[in-house]
């Protein structure tokens, strides 16, 4: 899993290392680094960022010239080891539990745009949370796409949930109080409001999302992005970050190879955890995104090298 992320970082961190620069060398270094991020698919102000980070830690620090190197790698560890334990985490299975007894559900809102997996991922996570003796409703609250509620009705009844559903063209906020309303008078635990997903900039859309979540004030807004689309996915992310906001994200297709700087930019621009990955087509293909264990498999290779 983003193994081109994890070269592109062991390569640059080899290079640093072994050039053994001098303070005059760090334009050269960042230089590198810019194209070695870029190349990973890292979005160009999140790069921005972590170079000044590194630059503002080391105009603070008496280096010697052979060790500038090393700073800097470690600069560039610390600088995304930040940002990843900046977002935090969350809990979902805990907080959806803690919530029981309320009276009222724990509600989840799904944004992102098609294509990228989102009604797949909704599925995969009515799956893990039936699996955890949690009840789930599902709202079709996309009214918009052509077949977006036949696919939805297909999953929940592959998986034994109810739907709540209305015509095409019906209000989506109304379609998400009502699965709510009726979660409220069955006792049922957990709400997943399907949304429609397309461009991002596409007002109307985002009016529609911002009137679900003022009506339904979600627990919880989960961006669902393509972990393949890299930069396209951070600037989706902003984009419903902006206009929504975003509490947490799931990045998809994590079993294609794609660059993994989505991961970090969007933790970076959004300040919201990734929670899952998608690793396949399956409803059992959803992975628990392991922040440490991210960081350090990025690192990994060079720190094996380092040592060797
Ligand atoms: P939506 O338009 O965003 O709702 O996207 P869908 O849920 O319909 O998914 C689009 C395609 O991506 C489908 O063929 C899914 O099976 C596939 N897909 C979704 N998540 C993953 C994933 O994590 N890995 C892989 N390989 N395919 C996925």
Do not use: W
Not at 115 to 136: N, P, Y
Not at 236 to 250: H, P, S, W, Y
């Amino acid at each position: 899993m983003f193994e081109s992320l994890r070269t592109t970082f062991s390569g640059v961190a080899r290079k640093i290392t072994e050039k053994e620069i001098g303070a005059d060398d760090v334009d050269g270094v960042m230089a590198e680094l810019d194209i070695a991020l870029l190349e990973a698919d890292v979005a160009v102000d999140v790069i921005d960022s972590i170079k000044s980070e590194i630059r503002a830690a080391l105009a603070g620090s008496s280096v010697k010239r052979g060790e500038v190197g090393p700073f800097v790698r470690t600069g560039l560890i610390r600088a995304v080891s930040d940002a990843f334990e900046a977002a935090g985490t969350v809990d979902l299975i805990g907080r959806i539990e803690s919530k029981r007894g309320s009276g009222s559900p724990f509600v989840i809102v799904f944004v992102g745009i098609n294509g990228t997996g989102k009604t797949t991922t909704l599925a995969k996570v009515a799956h893990m949370l039936s699996a955890a003796k949690i009840s789930v409703a599902v709202a079709a609250s996309d009214t918009f796409r052509a077949g977006a509620i036949e696919q939805l009705r297909a999953h929940t009844d592959a998986l034994g949930v109810k739907i709540v559903a209305q015509n095409y063209g019906s209000d989506p906020a109304a379609v998400a109080r009502d699965a709510v309303l009726y979660s409220r008078s069955h006792g049922v635990d957990c709400v997943l409001v399907d949304t429609a997903g397309r461009m991002q900039t596409n007002r109307n859309l985002m009016d529609q999302i911002s009137k679900i979540t003022s009506v339904v004030k979600p627990d919880i807004t989960i961006f669902v992005g393509d972990s393949l689309a890299g930069n396209d996915t951070t600037s989706q992310a902003r984009e419903f970050d902006q206009k929504v906001g975003v509490d947490a994200a799931i990045l998809t297709k994590a079993d294609g190879g794609g660059g993994g700087g989505a991961a970090l930019s969007i933790v970076k621009i959004t300040s919201a955890p990734i929670l899952y990955t998608g690793t396949g087509q399956s409803y059992g293909d959803l992975v628990r995104f392991d922040a440490g264990a991210f960081v350090e498999s990025m690192f990994a290779t060079a720190a094996q090298e380092q040592g060797a």
